[in-house]
């Protein structure tokens, strides 16, 4: 008999034929009907054909489509969808730019065929999703699991096992007699308790059971040691939800340490070699297009009026702490009077340093674009934890203890703090904490689709205009 696992390794394959197919469909209709007539087809054909492939295999690879992952959400979908898109793009006209008979497309061409794909591949991805959540609401493709012991992480892995589109077959659970009972949180009902923790090692024995969970190491007659022998035994896939530790280590990750595992205080995605990668050539791509086609205009625009409004330079830089804790020059278009304060006061609002001009610039975000220059020399990125004043980092970093957790990662023009309220002056520690803890969700928690929420929301906050942009 097939294993669950096999089946959805199966699955996760298919899945990976079927998106090159849709890829290399694309490509040939884009041929044959001339979709993209800044291509040169004629005699580079072969070309082309063979680099995009390479480029899309490639892509795949730093990619995982997850699709077949029983958690995975339409956004995470997408998310992944634009990843490859992305990554394919940069890699394809590189590789393009090598051959000399080859004209690479302008930056705009190469959006274009970027955003072909990704629809395409999106519907398709989607399209696929529907199928198989159709198939594990069935019964079909689905994990027989149960639970040992009970309490507020046992219901939380009840409760995506009780989803039926998750695939999951949940049996039942076992606990000691008078133990919180765990419930189906979408119907009500009672989770079947199966028995004691000490009828374990008979049920697994007698029945057939994909997957284990234990949220409480076995107690009395049954060792840990020997409830593993069985599910060894039985092929039966055993997984800790280590809910001692949960609330110290907030989303604990398990990390390979020599030859044994050891549990990590926060997840952090961008600790990833791929992701990182992956953010660095978004952050290249953006930063080197806005430098090379809009900035030059805002440039001229921000030029002339700061020269007729207000004397001094236009740019103003400042060191910052950055990425590791280290600092670098950070550069703004000068909003304020030249004084003495800009480096230990921050900006109040009907600040009297700010001219009328760089109220402006300020409300409208203007005052952030040189950062761009940040960007593409690698000291911020587009996303991120706001950078501070050396001063408030020597001031904040004394008052809260996780305050230098925030520079596990480069700092960014934009970031989730600021796109959730987070914005302005810290008039007291607890502005700044609640600053904090947004920076360290966004940390725990980064995708490449989540930074493209933030640049989207950033965007439409600037066009409304924020009111805490002083």
Request: one cysteine or more; hydrophobic letters at 40%.
């Amino acid at each position: 008999m097939i294993s669950a696992f096999d089946r959805t390794l199966k699955l996760g394959v298919s899945l990976s034929v079927i998106d090159w197919l849709t890829f290399n469909i694309v490509f040939l209709l884009s041929y044959y009907l001339s979709w993209f007539p800044f291509l040169n087809w004629e005699g580079n054909f072969l070309t082309y054909f063979i680099t995009s492939n390479i480029a899309y295999i490639i892509a795949l690879q730093f990619v995982t489509i997850s699709l077949h992952h029983r958690w995975a959400q339409p956004a995470k979908v997408l998310s992944n969808t634009s990843r490859t898109s992305l990554i394919f793009i940069v890699l394809y006209t590189s590789f393009l730019g090598m051959f000399s008979d080859v004209r690479i497309p302008d930056a705009v061409s190469s959006l274009f065929l970027a955003a072909i794909i990704f629809v395409a591949t999106s519907v398709e991805r989607l399209v696929l999703r529907t199928y198989i959540i159709h198939r594990r609401t069935s019964g079909r493709d689905s994990v027989k699991t149960i639970i040992l012991g009970t309490g507020s992480m046992s219901q939380k892995v009840a409760d995506v096992m009780t989803n039926d589109w998750n695939g999951y077959n949940l049996l039942g659970y076992f606990s000691r007699l008078g133990d919180q009972a765990i419930v189906n949180s979408t119907t009500g009902e009672a989770i079947p308790r199966l028995g004691d923790k000490d009828d374990i090692i008979d049920y697994l024995e007698r029945n057939h059971v994909d997957e284990l969970y234990i949220s409480e190491v076995p107690a009395g007659t049954v060792s840990f040691k020997e409830l593993m022998q069985i599910c060894d035994k039985n092929m039966i896939r055993a997984y800790y939800v280590p809910s001692t530790v949960y609330g110290e280590f907030r989303k604990a990750k398990v990390k390979e340490f020599g030859n044994i595992y050891v549990l990590s205080q926060y997840d952090e995605p961008l600790r990833d070699v791929r992701n990182r990668i992956e953010k660095r050539l978004f952050d290249i791509f953006v930063s080197l297009l806005f430098l090379c086609t809009i900035f030059p205009f805002v440039l001229i625009i921000v030029y002339i009026v700061s020269k007729i409004t207000m004397p001094g330079p236009l740019f103003f830089k400042q060191k910052r702490t950055g990425y590791d804790g280290r600092d670098f020059w950070c550069y703004k278009f000068r909003s304020m009077k030249v004084n003495k304060d800009s480096d230990t006061v921050q900006a109040v609002k009907n600040d009297p340093r700010v001219t009328k001009w760089g109220a402006l610039m300020r409300h409208t975000n203007i005052d952030e674009l040189p950062q761009f220059i940040n960007v593409l020399k690698g000291d911020m990125s587009l996303v991120g934890p706001r950078p501070h004043m050396l001063a408030h980092t020597d001031y904040y970093s004394e008052l809260i203890s996780d305050y230098m957790i925030r520079h596990y990662v480069k700092p960014g023009i934009t970031g989730w703090a600021q796109t959730h309220g987070e914005r302005g002056e810290t008039k007291t520690v607890e502005d700044m904490r609640r600053r904090v803890e947004k920076d360290i969700w966004y940390i725990e928690h980064w995708s490449f689709w989540l930074d493209i929420q933030i640049m989207i929301k950033t965007v439409t906050d600037a066009i409304h205009g924020d009111d805490k942009a002083y």
